[in-house]
């Protein structure tokens, strides 16, 4: 909560009617534990997720199992449903003055 710009304005403000992670510079903050950690390359990370493709993989399945419960046998589902997602965009996007790049996924250090 300490990030401020040159003016001394928060950058980052928790606020619970966005979400857990509230707002970084107006921008939906998402925080995500499989993160590298604190200080590394990815740490933060600015993502456009309208660039992300989400892509069901196998069907829906389901198997069940008997559990002996003191005497009775009650039945136990496992429901498992593959999901895998990706970039839309392999490499960064080129300008057209030729000389720089955008992406919609930018890895802070």
Request: some cysteine.
């Amino acid at each position: 909560m300490g990030l401020e710009d040159t003016s001394g304005h928060a950058l980052w403000m928790p606020n619970v009617q966005v979400g857990p992670g509230g707002l970084l510079c107006g921008l939906p903050l998402l925080i995500n534990d499989g993160s590298p950690q604190l200080g590394t390359e990815g740490d933060l990370a600015l993502l456009n997720l309208q660039y992300y493709y989400i892509k069901d993989g196998s069907p829906l399945a389901i198997s069940s199992i008997r559990i002996r419960r003191r005497s009775t046998a009650c039945p136990a589902f496992t429901f498992f449903w593959n999901v895998d997602g990706q970039p839309m965009l392999k490499t960064p996007i080129l300008q057209r003055n030729g000389t720089s790049t955008v992406s919609p996924f930018v890895l802070l250090k």
